[in-house]
T-cell receptor, first 115, second 119 residues
């Protein structure tokens, strides 16, 4: 079953504010994590990833933080825009190096950006 | 790069018919592709792992005779929903692991999805 969960199913923020989406994982052996953005009726879009040998990774307006001690992952979106409104999923790969490379997805957080 | 396409984007069929969905990696080789289904307001559920040149690996509870997967080339995997019924109506999404320079990365890139409606 799923080993990744999310703390909040919905998040509403005002345009221009920063957003923080959280994710908890249960498999301490997981060493690769990905955040995806899914807009209505579309497939998930890769946002950013991080490996367990890192605590933080930054992209364009996004930052992923990994706390292995408490098995927590977060996605920070700076200066949130209306186009950021979507469902955000975290996913973990507990089988790095295997031939299957399955990803296990969390429930998803619906981010709504209001003007 | 790393573009995955799916065809068709949506399909409506009668109960009892079979539907084939194609998943293509457009600018990279994909030795491994994955098929997911997603119900409204729910997460992605992995159905099977498709390996080029070999049989697919199905997740527990997924009927392999109902959801036929073929991965005949490094850029194409197909999912055939046989004898479709209304309960098979769902959003089907494929993904692919990028193979670059002989190395298969862990990152999965997703197709746009196929909306299947069975009447």
């Amino acid at each position: 079953g799923e080993s990744v969960g999310l703390h909040l199913p919905t998040l509403s923020v005002q345009e221009g504010d920063n957003s923080i989406i959280n994710c908890a994982y249960s498999n301490s052996a997981s060493d690769y994590f990905i955040w995806y953005k899914q807009e209505s009726g579309k497939g998930p879009q890769f946002i950013i990833d991080i490996r367990s040998n890192m605590d933080k990774r930054q992209g364009q307006r996004v930052t992923v933080l990994l706390n292995k001690t408490v098995k927590h992952l977060s996605l920070q979106i700076a200066a949130t825009q209306p186009g950021d409104s979507a469902v955000y999923f975290c996913a973990e790969n507990p089988n790095r190096g295997s031939t299957l490379g399955r990803l296990y997805f969390g429930r998803g957080t619906q981010l709504t950006v209001w003007p | 790069g790393a573009v995955v396409s799916q065809h068709p984007s949506w399909v409506i069929c009668k109960s009892g018919t079979s539907v084939k969905i194609e998943c293509r990696s457009l600018d990279f080789q994909a030795t491994t592709m994955f098929w997911y289904r997603q119900f409204p307001k729910q997460s992605l559920m992995l159905m099977a792992t498709s390996n080029e040149g070999s049989k697919a690996t199905y997740e527990q509870g997924v009927e392999k005779d109902k959801f036929l997967i073929n991965h005949a080339s490094l850029t194409l995997s197909t999912l055939t929903v046989t004898s479709a019924h209304p309960e098979d109506s769902s959003f089907y999404i494929c993904s692919a692991r990028v193979r670059a320079g002989g190395i298969i990365t862990d990152t999965q890139y997703f197709g746009p999805g196929t909306r299947l409606t069975v009447l």
